[in-house]
């Protein structure tokens, strides 16, 4: 208000008409008209005009025109040339004045303009404007604290009313379980970008970086989560080539309402689960070769117990002699045998052909020493064990079932060779043994033995022969680098 009195009064001084009003015998005549039009436009309580010795040339009481202005503040425009605004009480009350000087063209003071409002009148006008504001920020208030509240429950079932605290600690154990888990996990959106990938994922595909929200296509072209994401159907142990390996992959869909809004992908190392599977084999193998070995040895004993009881000591004695030759004969063509593990692997299958009635020899040329490392154990059992197997089977409806094991290690490489005396492998079946799931056997989950021995024998890098002839059986040759 001080502000607006001491603009108005700073205009009026410099308007020329008041100036040259000051020059005529009667200024108040032109001046007063004059102040009481800008005064009604301004809306000030009072505008007066005086001379240098303070006399009024214009007043809003026309009785007062004439005579000297009180409130004794007019010294700094008048004789300093100042502009201000004061406070002060002059014959209308307590009042709030804007001051300005009247200087005529020879840079002369002549005269001094007071603009002024009513401390009553502001003091009014500022309870008014509070009031107004008070109201509007209340208004306001009651908006934003509903719209705080509209929000909060938003947000609240957003986060299914977890509170931050919770939120944070959620996301504390989801990173500690992704990066303790081994498998490698990769999420998507209904974009296809990735959402979330896991330290297993990364060293599997070979990234670096932050590749959130990057397409999916860009860092694992063959993941065909984008096809999942348009089926909304679960594909299960999809056998698929990343670089220079085999992963299995798991993709499932995350459906919301309804709506497939996602992918998770879950994969691991084909070579690990065939590690896993082979040491179930081996202890599966271990299992049968006890088992056929206890048969066995149970039967004898009772055999014996009764030559004993019956007090024939003789054939006892031949019976016991026997076995024991047949027992050292092998042992002796076992300890050629230096590799513990093909030890083993052949005891099981000894006992195995004792009960399945099936002649299992041992060549004896049959010689190797310890297996390299490289060739981890789990990987010959799965080897050995899976074409020995596959000669069993080849000979159970022969007459004379003859199966025959040979191992050399002289020179580069260790070669292993197992023949039947079975019926061959017909001509037309021929290209399709290696195949996964083909098996010219009845039953359920068949067809995976040659199928894992020759992805084992490729990673190994090593070779295998087949040779299968009807009048003579089958050779299995497998040559694995030392």
């Not at 000669?391 to 022969?398: R, T, W």
């Not at 996964?436 to 039953?443: E, L, M, N, V, W």
């Amino acid at each position: 208000m001080g502000d607006m009195a001491l603009h108005t009064a700073t205009t009026i001084s410099y308007m020329p008409s008041i100036k040259e009003a000051f020059e005529t015998e009667n200024p108040s005549e032109e001046i007063q008209p004059l102040a009481l039009e800008i005064q009604e436009q301004v809306g000030a309580e009072f505008i007066v005009i005086g001379n240098k010795q303070s006399i009024r040339y214009a007043h809003p009481n026309e009785a007062l025109i004439g005579q000297r202005m009180v409130g004794g503040d007019n010294e700094r425009a008048l004789v300093e040339g100042r502009y201000y605004v004061s406070k002060a009480e002059g014959t209308l009350g307590p009042s709030l004045r804007g001051k300005a000087p009247i200087v005529n063209d020879q840079n002369e003071i002549i005269g001094v303009v007071s603009v002024g409002f009513l401390m009553e009148d502001i003091y009014t006008t500022f309870f008014n404007t509070l009031g107004k504001i008070a109201g509007v920020s209340f208004l306001v208030l009651v908006i934003g604290g509903l719209g705080g509240y509209m929000l909060t429950r938003s947000i609240r079932k957003d986060t299914m009313g977890l509170e931050p605290y919770q939120i944070a600690a959620l996301y504390q154990e989801r990173e500690a379980v992704l990066s303790s888990v081994k498998e490698g996990l990769i999420a998507i959106d209904k974009n296809a970008h990735v959402t979330t990938i896991n330290a297993a994922a990364r060293n599997l595909l070979h990234l670096s970086g932050d590749v959130t929200q990057q397409p999916i296509q860009a860092i694992f072209p063959n993941s065909e989560m984008e096809r999942v994401l348009r089926s909304g159907k679960e594909e299960r142990d999809q056998e698929i080539s990343l670089g220079d390996r085999m992963v299995i992959v798991t993709r499932t869909p995350v459906i919301e309402n309804e709506e497939v809004v996602g992918v998770v992908a879950s994969f691991r190392d084909k070579s690990e689960v065939r590690e896993m599977v082979g040491a179930l084999s081996e202890i599966k193998r271990y299992s049968e070769g006890l088992r056929s070995q206890t048969h066995e040895y149970a039967n004898k004993m009772y055999v014996l117990l009764g030559l004993l009881q019956l007090k024939n000591y003789d054939e006892a004695m031949d019976l016991i002699q026997a076995d024991f030759k047949s027992v050292q004969y092998q042992s002796n063509r076992l300890d050629q045998i230096k590799d513990d593990t093909v030890q083993a692997i052949l005891l099981g299958k000894i006992s195995k052909a004792s009960e399945l009635k099936i002649d299992f020899v041992v060549d004896e040329d049959a010689s190797i020493e310890a297996v390299p490392e490289q060739i981890s154990r789990s990987k010959l059992v799965t080897i050995l064990g899976n074409i020995i197997d596959n000669a069993f089977e080849a000979v159970k409806d022969q007459i004379d079932k003859q199966v025959t094991f040979s191992a050399t290690d002289i020179g580069r490489e260790i070669v292993f060779e197992v023949s039947d005396n079975g019926p061959g492998i017909p001509e037309e079946v021929m290209p399709y043994i290696f195949v996964r799931g083909f098996s010219t056997k009845k039953g359920e989950q068949r067809g995976f033995g040659l199928s894992n021995v020759r992805e084992i024998v490729e990673e190994l890098g090593g070779t295998f022969e087949l040779d299968s002839d009807p009048s003579t059986g089958t050779t299995f040759s497998l040559f694995l680098s030392k």
